[in-house]
């Protein structure tokens, strides 16, 4: 008895000791980095997404569209361009160079009216994971309080923020949800496709080991501490008191 409560303790123990004092990040020559969230990459156009095209005093080339599932718009004038994949700006500045070779110096501006794929995702220790349509400027905090809250089993000065920069390669920083209620964080404006997981506890953690330890990896030891003899169905080992 005292052998196995000493080594459940001792798996306590180590448990508690990854969940100690975190490693900062490192770099070259030792000095330390705070990793910082990435810049905000252009917004790229999808299927689904509506747009709006105007052409400044010229409205015969403007037009409202959406892009249609093969990722194609038709566009006044200019014919069909497959925007998949391109930014506004890089639209833009395609109708622009077109229109030009009939108008003088044409003012075309881009407007994307709805975007289909503007979500993000938030799992972890939330009411309710998943992923959550931004509709106008949506923070940090708006989004975890749109799923549900953080639960009692999350850390709330913990929580990660994941995001894919310009150059494709996702980074993360840690946030600290009781900083931004008291005033004296950064409520950082999300993006599209932006991940925010919240962690557990180290308490919740240790609760779920033992849970796990007890009930589904070795239920034996269970009825054993509790003083009772076990026989597995093959009988191929007795554990007695």
């Known amino acids: 008895m005292k052998t196995v409560t000493a080594w459940v303790l001792a798996c306590l123990l180590v448990l508690g000791g990854c969940a100690g004092s975190k490693p900062k990040p490192q770099v070259a020559g030792g000095t330390e980095t705070q990793i910082t969230v990435p810049e905000r990459p252009a917004y790229k156009l999808s299927v689904g997404d509506e747009l709006t095209i105007r052409v400044l005093f010229n409205p015969e080339y403007s037009a409202v569209l959406k892009v249609r599932p093969d990722g194609v718009i038709s566009v006044p004038y200019v014919g069909e361009i497959n ?6 700006a890089d639209l833009q500045t395609l109708i622009r160079s077109r229109d030009a070779e009939v108008l003088v110096a044409p003012e075309v501006t881009v407007i994307v009216d709805n975007a289909v794929n503007k979500q993000v995702m938030v799992f972890g220790e939330v009411r309710a994971a998943g992923a959550y349509d931004i509709r106008g400027p949506m923070t940090i905090l708006d989004a975890i309080a749109m799923a549900g809250g953080v ?17 494709g390669k996702f980074a993360g920083t840690r946030v600290n949800l009781d900083d931004i209620l008291d005033g004296h964080g950064d409520n950082v404006l999300l993006m599209p496709r932006d991940v925010i997981y919240v962690p557990q506890t180290f308490i919740s953690k240790v609760d779920n080991f033992v849970d796990q330890f007890f009930t ?14 076990v026989v597995n169905p093959e009988a191929t080992y007795i554990i007695g008191r």
């Open 83 to 88: 925007v998949d994949g391109m930014t506004p």
């Open 151 to 167: 639960q009692y089993t999350g850390r709330k000065d913990s929580i990660v923020l994941i995001r894919q920069g310009r150059d």
């Open 216 to 229: 589904k990896i070795t239920p034996a030891w269970y009825f054993y501490i509790a003083g009772k003899d």
